[in-house]
């Protein structure tokens, strides 16, 4: 049972256009939620990451939306650009940090120039 | 700076036959751990280690078996390979604890069992 449920799969995208991408959990003991970039054969790397103390993060053209009352979180990429273009995966992890990380399915992202 | 260092890139094996992926990294990480990736699965976790010594079982061990002896590496061993155990897989390494806040990633080792 997937306990991080991503959406959507794959997104196209304009250059210039904005990307989100959903993520949805039951788990309320989760308390910290990363967002991994990953580029084909290569592993996956940190994004940017949130903790539920605040409902909004920032950094640079990224940014990541939180709703604890709703249990969803989201990825929010400004001005894409192609090379944003690669997987994101949405994770989230109970009280120990970047350690046990459950990961949603990923999405693949395609930014058209 | 190496970071995560993973061995081999590619490997076939037939079904039944052992293996163990390498992980190294130099960060003097406490915590390391291994994932399969696999299509519309993301990223699973397998087993994971707090320090040299103590490991403990993920979401998804069946088939694979690990052991602690240093900080820096961490092998995965497959006893007896099934096609079912096809798969991305990836190590990683972070600082222990609650407030470590990234994870560092090898490049991954592709397994294909024919």
């Known amino acids: 049972q997937q306990q991080v449920k991503q959406s959507p799969q794959s997104l196209i995208v304009q250059k210039g256009g904005i990307s989100i991408i959903n993520c949805a959990y039951e788990?309320?003991?989760?308390?910290?939620f990363p967002w991994y970039q990953q580029f084909p054969g290569k592993g996956p790397a940190l994004l940017i990451a949130?903790?539920?103390?605040?409902s909004e993060k920032k950094e640079g053209r990224f940014t990541i939306s939180f709703n604890k009352s709703a249990k969803q979180f989201s990825l929010h990429i400004m001005d894409s650009q192609p090379g944003d273009s690669a997987t994101y995966f949405c994770?989230?992890?109970?009280?120990?940090?970047?350690?046990?990380?459950?990961f949603g399915q990923g999405t693949r992202l395609t930014i058209n120039p | 700076n190496a970071g995560v260092t993973q061995t081999p890139k590619f490997q076939v094996l037939k079904t039944g036959q052992s293996m163990t992926l390498q992980c190294a990294q130099d960060?003097?990480?406490?915590?390391m751990s291994w994932y399969r990736q696999d299509p519309g699965m993301g990223l699973r976790l397998i087993h994971y280690?707090?320090?040299?010594?103590?490991?403990d079982q993920g979401e998804v061990p069946n088939g694979y078996n690990v052991s602690r002896s240093t900080t820096e590496d961490f092998p995965l061993r497959l006893l007896s390979a099934a096609p079912s155990q096809t798969s991305v897989y990836f190590c990683?390494?972070?600082?222990?604890?609650?407030?470590?806040?990234?994870?560092?990633f090898g490049q991954g080792t592709r397994l294909t069992v024919v």
């Open positions: 990683a390494s972070s600082y222990a604890g609650g407030r470590s806040t990234e994870a560092f």
């Open positions: 788990n309320t003991a989760f308390d910290y």
């Open positions: 949130i903790r539920p103390d605040v």
């Open positions: 994770a989230a992890s109970t009280g120990q940090g970047a350690q046990k990380l459950v």
């Open positions: 960060m003097n990480h406490e915590y």
């Open positions: 280690s707090v320090g040299a010594g103590i490991t």
